[in-house]
């Protein structure tokens, strides 16, 4: 079975520039979470949805981020117009909710390089 | 909230030998989860092994398990056998029972010489 999959797997892009990472989930899984990881942060959970909505976002740094599930296995995570400081690798990971535990099973990660 | 706390930033082992990775968490709740990711040079967050606070037994996969200490709030990961390939980050993280949000620890990393 395919895991998560994400794309880009890299992207440089310019400061003021928008940036779409896309994230399909595991076939069956209904919960979706986007992280991000730093050397300076660690791993930060940025929103989460369940069943296509979101639930929790408190963890999305400013409104120059949003994350949308058009669909139930798809997700983008847009920033606009990105930052140096959004320099990061950014991991979605997708779990079957209410199962016991909820496990949750991580994407290959885009690194992003904002210059 | 909870909070997980992995003391040991960085450790290194021989290969074949064993080694064990230090995790302790805190939390009022009873019924919880916990999990040990590796992530490797590739960046990949790959679930190593999995532990239900209501289960007494230690969790095993093949040459991983655990040491869970639920009064002591301890849940450490040993690794036996060491490979080349075992090199990675290793993230200790807690669930609780209401919600699917992890918190993960800082990290160990560990290295294995050959």
């Known amino acids: 079975d395919a895991g998560v999959i994400q794309s880009p797997r890299h992207e440089v892009t310019e400061m003021g520039q928008e940036v779409t990472l896309r994230c399909k989930l595991i076939s069956g899984h209904n919960s979706l979470f986007w992280y991000r990881q730093t050397m300076m942060r660690g791993l930060e959970l940025l929103i989460y949805f369940n069943n296509n909505v979101p639930i929790d976002d408190s963890g999305m740094p400013e409104d120059r981020f949003s994350a949308k599930m058009p669909n139930a296995s798809f997700s983008t995570l847009k920033i606009q117009p990105s930052e140096p400081r959004d320099s990061a690798v950014y991991f979605c990971?997708?779990?079957?909710?209410?199962?016991?535990?909820?496990?949750?099973?991580f994407g290959p990660g885009t690194r992003l390089l904002v210059l | 909230a909870q909070t997980v706390t992995q003391s040991q930033p960085e450790m290194s082992v021989q290969e074949a030998e064993t080694v064990t990775l230090s995790c302790t968490y805190d939390?009022?709740?009873?019924?919880?989860?916990l999990f040990w990711y590796k992530q490797p040079p590739s960046r990949q967050m790959i679930l190593v092994i999995r532990q239900e606070a209501y289960k007494q037994q230690n969790a095993t996969e093949n040459r991983f398990s655990v040491n869970f200490q639920k009064a002591a709030k301890s849940f450490s990961l040993k690794i036996s056998d060491s490979q080349l390939g075992d090199t990675a980050m290793y993230f200790c993280a807690f669930m609780n029972n209401a919600g699917n949000m992890l918190t993960f620890g800082g990290g160990t990393r560990l290295m294995v010489k050959p």
């Open positions: 990971a997708s779990s079957l909710y209410k199962s016991f535990p909820e496990t949750q099973y």
């Open positions: 939390t009022s709740e009873n019924n919880y989860y």
